[in-house]
């Protein structure tokens, strides 16, 4: 009897040891092949009603380029444009940059940003080209590293006036 219940414990344990140890090495292979790597993460860009995100992309020096589509019925007018990592306090405008969502050209890459005060059509598009910024200043990251934040636009609709909406939140990587 003594012997059946030293058979049982060698079998038990052998059986454990033996799945404990196939465990170990799935995630020693997981680890090092770098499967779960954040810099593997899928992207994205979530437009508000209206709006949709074509492309974007992030460079290391906050520079977001993002071709925005509009199809809000009619013509609109961009009049700026913000990129931030978190909305104020109030959440209808950025927390850090460009803070009331103006055309001033120090938020913007070059002096002649595309599309602001140029019509742009309902069912069409605009790449704008903005930088980004966080608590620190502009949202400079390394390569895969992510950014998380939220783009604003300040338009005008004709015969409407002129209104600032976030219209886009994003999970970009910097490439």
Same mark, same amino acid.
């Given at each position: ?92 405008? &950025? =927390? ?22 140029? &019509? ?47 219209? =886009? ?7």
């Amino acid at each position: 009897m003594q012997l059946l219940r030293a058979q049982a414990a060698v079998d038990f344990m052998m059986s454990y040891g033996l799945a404990l140890i196939i465990i170990f090495i799935a995630v020693a292979v997981i680890y090092k092949v770098s499967i779960l790597s954040p810099a593997l993460a899928v992207s994205s860009c979530t437009a508000s009603p209206g709006f949709a995100c074509e492309a974007y992309v992030l460079n290391t020096n906050g520079i977001l380029t993002l071709q925005l589509s509009q199809a809000t019925g009619g013509t609109i007018s961009i009049n700026g444009a913000a990129c931030s990592s978190l909305p104020s306090t109030n959440g209808n405008l &950025p =927390a850090y940059g460009n803070l009331y969502v103006t055309n001033t050209v120090t938020y913007y890459v070059g002096t002649n940003t595309p599309g602001f005060g140029i &019509p742009v059509y309902s069912g069409s598009s605009n790449t704008l080209n903005i930088y980004c910024y966080s608590s620190t200043g502009v949202a400079t990251g390394s390569l895969g590293n992510g950014f998380t934040g939220f783009v604003w636009l300040n338009y005008t609709v004709p015969n409407f006036g002129n209104t600032i909406q976030e219209v =886009a939140s994003i999970d970009v990587r910097y490439t």
